[in-house]
């Protein structure tokens, strides 16, 4: 703001000469820093959703599972949630240590291909509380992107918590200088997280955030014995269906209720690997191939613009 540091309500506060001086305005150095380091990373894909408990950090873990079937690409896992990270426990990779090295602090693998880094490996209990104000869950996030050795990958997954706040504007902001092929964003069938939905929609439009798709997630409930679904949560208004419609984006799948898929991530194991054959697995295979047909077409978009 132009006024920042001069108006009437400034004075007093401790700050008000760093602002009044314009030196707030200066881009924040560590962007380009951020821009250098994940230059070897060639797709970056964000995982999105405006409502909690939709399924973001599951279907995070299982598209990095996904991806990393293929043992000739390299992925990574970041998980952006700072005051819920669940994806220690997901990955099967609880009471993990993240350890420093000389190219900087070095992810945990689950696999060869497969990193994954997280604050929840900085707690010394998965009961542990994260009370941080934003600026602080900025400069963690800033660490993690900045400071990780992710070293030459395929796919950098970010899974982020609900919301349109401090997290989203940070990751955004710090990705700014390097291309994003775009955000996925969950949903569950029902209007009450639709209307959150939308909101994380808008959110991308505004900070011009590509988005690859939509997933419904816990789309019916497929029985594990007799097959047939029920709709535990009735799309009253469409679904993500009739909303991909309506705002013009693509309905990349919809993946089915599978208690299967709980269990999968309370024991940390790969639901995919565990049940190859479910319709549910099927769904996120189904997705991955949408995902890497959009990443590829971004990255030959982006080869041009820079040949250009």
Same mark, same amino acid.
């Given at each position: 703001?132009?006024?920042?540091?001069?108006?009437a309500?400034?004075?007093?506060?401790?700050?008000q000469?760093?602002?009044a001086?314009?030196? !707030?305005? +200066?881009?924040?150095p560590?962007?380009?820093?951020?821009?250098?380091?994940?230059?070897?990373?060639?797709?970056?894909?964000?995982?999105? /959703?405006g409502?909690?408990?939709v399924?973001? /950090?599951?279907?995070s873990?299982?598209?990095a599972?996904?991806?990393a079937?293929?043992?000739?690409?390299? #992925? +990574?896992?970041?998980?952006?949630?700072?005051?819920?990270?669940?994806?220690?426990r997901?990955? @099967?990779?609880?009471?993990?240590?993240?350890?420093q090295s000389g190219?900087?602090?070095?992810? #945990?693998y #689950?696999?060869?291909?497969?990193a994954?880094?997280s604050? @929840?490996f900085?707690?010394?209990?998965?009961?542990?509380?994260?009370?941080?104000?934003?600026? *602080?869950?900025?400069?963690?996030?800033?660490?993690?992107?900045?400071?990780?050795d992710?070293?030459?990958?395929?796919?950098?997954?970010? $899974?982020?918590?609900p @919301?349109?706040?401090?997290?989203?504007?940070?990751?955004?902001?710090?990705?700014?200088?390097? %291309?994003?092929?775009?955000?996925v964003?969950? !949903?569950? %069938?029902?209007e009450?997280?639709?209307q959150?939905?939308?909101?994380?929609i808008r959110?991308c439009?505004?900070?011009?955030?590509?988005?690859?798709?939509v997933v419904?997630?816990? /789309?019916?409930?497929v029985?594990?014995?007799? *097959?047939? !679904?029920?709709?535990?949560? %009735?799309?009253?208004?469409g679904?993500?269906?009739?909303?991909?419609?309506?705002?013009?984006? %693509?309905?990349?799948?919809?993946?089915?209720?599978?208690?299967?898929?709980a269990?999968?991530? $309370?024991?940390?194991?790969s639901?995919?690997n565990?049940?190859?054959?479910?319709?549910? +697995?099927?769904?996120?295979?189904?997705v991955?191939?949408?995902?890497?047909?959009?990443? $590829?077409?971004? +990255?030959? #978009?982006?080869?041009?613009? /820079?040949?250009?």
């Amino acid at each position: 703001n132009e006024q920042a540091g001069k108006s009437a309500s400034c004075q007093g506060c401790p700050n008000q000469n760093l602002c009044a001086s314009g030196a !707030t305005k +200066a881009p924040d150095p560590a962007i380009a820093e951020i821009g250098e380091k994940l230059s070897s990373v060639k797709h970056k894909i964000l995982v999105l /959703s405006g409502k909690g408990g939709v399924g973001k /950090s599951t279907f995070s873990a299982h598209l990095a599972h996904a991806l990393a079937s293929d043992s000739t690409k390299e #992925v +990574a896992l970041l998980d952006v949630d700072i005051c819920g990270p669940s994806i220690p426990r997901i990955m @099967g990779l609880e009471g993990e240590q993240v350890h420093q090295s000389g190219s900087g602090w070095s992810p #945990v693998y #689950v696999d060869d291909n497969l990193a994954v880094m997280s604050i @929840g490996f900085l707690l010394s209990s998965p009961d542990d509380a994260v009370i941080w104000r934003g600026p *602080k869950k900025n400069g963690m996030i800033k660490q993690f992107l900045k400071d990780v050795d992710w070293g030459e990958l395929d796919y950098l997954i970010v $899974d982020t918590p609900p @919301g349109t706040s401090d997290e989203h504007l940070s990751i955004v902001q710090y990705l700014s200088s390097t %291309p994003v092929d775009g955000a996925v964003i969950i !949903t569950t %069938p029902q209007e009450v997280s639709l209307q959150d939905v939308r909101k994380e929609i808008r959110f991308c439009q505004k900070v011009k955030l590509p988005i690859i798709g939509v997933v419904e997630n816990m /789309s019916g409930f497929v029985c594990p014995k007799c *097959k047939n !679904t029920s709709q535990i949560f %009735p799309p009253s208004s469409g679904g993500a269906e009739k909303m991909c419609r309506d705002l013009n984006l %693509p309905l990349l799948g919809k993946v089915p209720l599978d208690p299967r898929i709980a269990q999968s991530c $309370d024991e940390g194991k790969s639901f995919l690997n565990q049940v190859p054959d479910s319709p549910a +697995a099927k769904v996120y295979q189904n997705v991955v191939q949408s995902e890497s047909k959009v990443a $590829d077409s971004y +990255a030959v #978009v982006c080869s041009y613009s /820079s040949f250009q």
